[in-house]
């Protein structure tokens, strides 16, 4: 046996050696313009489709209070309880990302994508108009969701109490622990849609794990919040105004700050700092007596 000088393992068969380039982990680059037609895709959209998926997103957004309120009512109190109690968090983001839901903090990734790779006016435009729908639409299913908690009698006193309480310790934070809280949150989300597309089949899995430490850590996100603090309003705790410049105002820039300004933007750069040549095309080993005409236009 010969030892190879290019490091390689010796002696594989030609099966072998396809198995190992079938396991092989996409690039970065491929799962940049994976997720860029992706964004591209939906910038493409008519405002009322972005306007209904980004409705029902919102609505399905208080799955997350639903299930962190119920299991918070039903548990013990005590921190390790807590620590069970965060996975009702998980429930929202599940439905709406299998849904194929439209939701604005996973659109601080996926929609700004295809305007860093081209940086047009019309691009900048179809980027905001896309914000717009998207933000409006989720924050009015989040908002008509949580007064319809409150005031239809669909839960018993202790889970009404349980859903006050998430939205009190949402509160407990200043506005600058909101934006700080945000930033990260956002960075996380978008961590969550750059991984998805190498690992589809643990899919899932990924989602739950990402939210859940959202939960644990109290990192504050613009729709969930927004269900939880408004829920608040609507019980006379809190006025329309602390909603906006304390929570929502502070969260929302940090999302967009976490997952567009600073994931988008590194995970971008990354990409343009690759050679830019492209990966050479394996010769079909099934066709050894392929003609000459055929490997000119391969």
């Known amino acids: 046996m010969t030892t190879p000088t290019d490091g390689k393992t010796p002696d594989l068969s030609t099966q072998e050696k396809k198995e ?14 994976i997720i860029r037609a992706q964004g591209d895709q939906e910038l493409e959209r008519s405002i009322a489709a972005l306007w209904w998926s980004a409705l029902a997103a919102g609505l399905t ?9 119920l299991l918070n009512s039903r548990l013990p109190d005590g921190d390790e309880f807590k620590v069970i109690a965060s996975f009702g968090y998980c429930a929202g983001f599940l439905a709406v990302i299998l849904a194929r839901q439209q939701l604005f903090t996973e659109n601080t990734l996926t929609a700004v994508l295809p305007v860093m790779t081209k940086p047009t006016l019309l691009n900048f435009g179809r980027l905001i108009r896309l914000w717009t729908v998207v933000l409006v639409g989720n924050l009015c299913g989040t908002i008509l969701v949580a007064y319809v908690m409150l005031e239809l009698p669909i839960f018993d006193s202790k889970t009404d109490h349980a859903f006050l309480e998430i939205g009190r310790k949402v509160m407990e934070h200043s506005a600058g622990q909101m934006f700080a809280k945000g930033i990260v949150s956002g960075w996380m989300i978008a961590t969550m849609v750059w991984m998805i597309p190498s690992m589809e089949s643990a899919k899932m899995w990924i989602i739950i794990l990402i939210t859940y430490f959202m939960a644990l850590g109290d990192f504050t996100h613009i729709v969930v ?8 309003v609507f019980a006379g705790e809190l006025p ?3 909603f ?3 929570f929502a105002g502070p969260t929302l820039a940090g999302n967009i700050i976490g997952g567009s300004f600073i994931f988008g933007l590194i ?15 394996k010769p079909d080993t099934d066709k050894p007596h392929a003609d000459a005409s055929d490997r000119t236009t391969r």
């Open 267 to 281: 995970s971008h750069a990354q990409i343009r700092s690759e050679s830019g040549a492209p990966m050479p095309d």
């Open 61 to 69: 957004m208080g799955l997350s209070l639903m299930g962190m309120g």
């Open 225 to 232: 919040g927004s269900a939880e603090v408004s829920y608040l």
């Open 20 to 33: 190992i380039e079938k396991n092989q982990p996409p690039r970065a680059a491929v799962l940049h313009e």
């Open 244 to 246: 906006w410049a304390v």
């Open 240 to 242: 329309w105004g602390d």
